[in-house]
């Protein structure tokens, strides 16, 4: 069945037919309208209340469809998560940085949706992962311990918003202790006051600017002053200092569990997770901080860049699916060349695939760039790409169940 999806215009996104999202949606409704100054963000594919998709021939809500279709779930999705999708997918369009960020786990999302219901609305965990569809930039988990020691070493204005002892314990401490005075020092910069961060900062952007370009590329000078653009005095700037800067190649994915910091800087993704709306932010963001919250819960894992790339497995010859360690969700990249026929593997959930590029046809269904689709549990499509077609590139949700 093919879906209407929603599209979320934030301020972060893309504009106009910069968009992939924007594009997306007008490749697949030539009626769309595309307005170049209007930022196109987010495309949900899903049954999220704040922006369900509909069934494209009788406009139905997919949840309700769901409701009066329940075998369609799998019996095993009903099992674990009753009768619902699990699962949220979307395509992303960044221009500019999101929040630092993390997701609790489902015992600490119990708890802050207690504590604070009306900040925490949700009591589910939010595990996500994206797969990127151009260069993707992103911050993801902690560097190595012996990188953050270096740039402390030679951004005298990020040790400038951190107690000296704080440092010294960080630059003395053993292995068994790194993490936990690592943590110290973190809660230390997150918490510094505003003047101060705002000083320290415009100190540094004086400073970046006076540099050669060896020593500018090796104080990540361009990022910071990019992102200083974006949200000035903001003290999520230093966040490069303290993670890992990543750029995916197409392709690439990153899986954001419980309790990593992250946050997504520019380019365009597919993106999955669990069914929540639980984000703790401490940065790069006019929302609420939730500082101690967000220092109390992270894992401090410090790992390096290359170790943040999560792995495909290859099914066959045109299917490569991505298994984060949850159950909530898998995707499967699926690549079918110009000419080909191929059966798609049948799942035990209900799934939906997006077509990002090329043209097919399935039974009586013609699949071009921008289709989206709602395949119920235990059924399959057969991809015919279209001879004269370029490459059919497509991604498939699902739960992450056997």
């Known amino acids: 069945m093919e879906l209407i999806c929603s599209v979320q215009h934030y301020d972060w996104g893309k504009s106009g037919e910069h968009s992939e999202v924007a594009l997306l949606s007008k490749a697949s409704n030539p009626d769309y309208e595309i307005v170049n100054h209007k930022r196109y963000a987010e495309l949900w594919m899903g049954t999220h209340p704040s922006g369900p998709?509909?069934?494209s021939k009788t406009g139905e809500n997919l949840h309700e469809w769901i409701q009066k279709?329940?075998?369609?779930?799998?019996?095993?999705?009903?099992?674990?998560?009753?009768?619902?999708?699990?699962?949220?997918?979307?395509?992303?369009?960044?221009?500019?940085?999101?929040?630092?960020?993390?997701?609790?786990?489902?015992?600490?999302?119990?708890?802050?949706?207690?504590?604070?219901?009306?900040?925490?609305?949700d009591a589910n965990h939010k595990p996500e992962m994206a797969l990127a569809l151009t260069p993707f930039e992103a911050l993801c988990g902690f560097r190595p311990i012996p990188e953050i020691k270096k740039y402390f070493q030679i951004i005298p204005e990020l040790r400038s918003c951190i107690k000296e002892n704080k440092v010294k314990e960080f630059f003395n401490s053993s292995e068994i202790n790194e993490q936990a005075a690592l943590k110290s020092c973190f809660f230390e910069l997150m918490s510094s006051?505003?003047?101060?961060?705002?000083?320290?900062?415009?100190?540094?952007?004086?400073?970046?600017?006076?540099?050669?370009?060896?020593?500018?590329?090796?104080?990540?000078?361009?990022?910071?002053?990019?992102?200083?653009?974006?949200?000035?005095?903001?003290?999520?700037?230093?966040g490069p200092y303290l993670f890992n800067y990543l750029v995916l190649n197409p392709g690439d994915a990153i899986y954001l569990g419980a309790n990593e910091p992250h946050a997504y800087l520019y380019g365009d993704c597919v993106e999955c997770m669990a069914c929540s709306d639980n984000v703790v932010r401490a940065g790069l963001t006019p929302k609420l901080k939730d500082v101690p919250t967000l220092c109390s819960m992270l894992?401090?894992?410090?790992?390096?860049?290359?170790?943040?790339?999560?792995?495909?497995?290859?099914?066959?010859?045109?299917?490569?699916?991505?298994?984060?360690?949850?159950?909530?969700?898998?995707?499967?990249?699926?690549?079918?060349?110009?000419?080909?026929?191929?059966?798609?593997?049948?799942?035990?959930?209900?799934?939906?695939?997006?077509?990002?590029?090329g043209k097919s046809s399935s039974k009586d269904l013609t699949l071009k760039r921008g289709s989206i689709l709602f395949v119920p549990a235990n059924e399959t499509l057969t991809v015919n790409a279209h001879e004269d077609s370029e490459t059919v590139l497509m991604f498939q949700a699902m739960a992450n169940i056997a």
């Open 53 to 55: 998709s509909m069934l």
């Open 69 to 121: 279709n329940q075998n369609t779930l799998g019996e095993k999705v009903q099992e674990m998560f009753g009768v619902q999708l699990p699962f949220l997918f979307k395509v992303l369009s960044v221009e500019q940085a999101l929040s630092i960020q993390a997701h609790p786990s489902k015992a600490h999302a119990e708890e802050l949706n207690k504590l604070h219901p009306h900040i925490y609305k």
């Open 193 to 238: 006051p505003d003047h101060q961060v705002a000083s320290s900062l415009e100190k540094l952007l004086n400073r970046l600017s006076s540099l050669s370009q060896e020593d500018r590329k090796e104080q990540q000078a361009e990022l910071i002053e990019r992102l200083h653009s974006q949200f000035p005095g903001d003290v999520g700037i230093f």
């Open 299 to 357: 894992t401090y894992a410090c790992e390096p860049a290359e170790q943040k790339i999560f792995s495909g497995l290859s099914e066959d010859g045109y299917t490569t699916i991505f298994k984060p360690p949850v159950p909530d969700f898998a995707v499967a990249k699926i690549i079918v060349p110009p000419g080909s026929s191929y059966e798609m593997i049948k799942r035990p959930s209900a799934s939906i695939v997006i077509v990002i590029s």
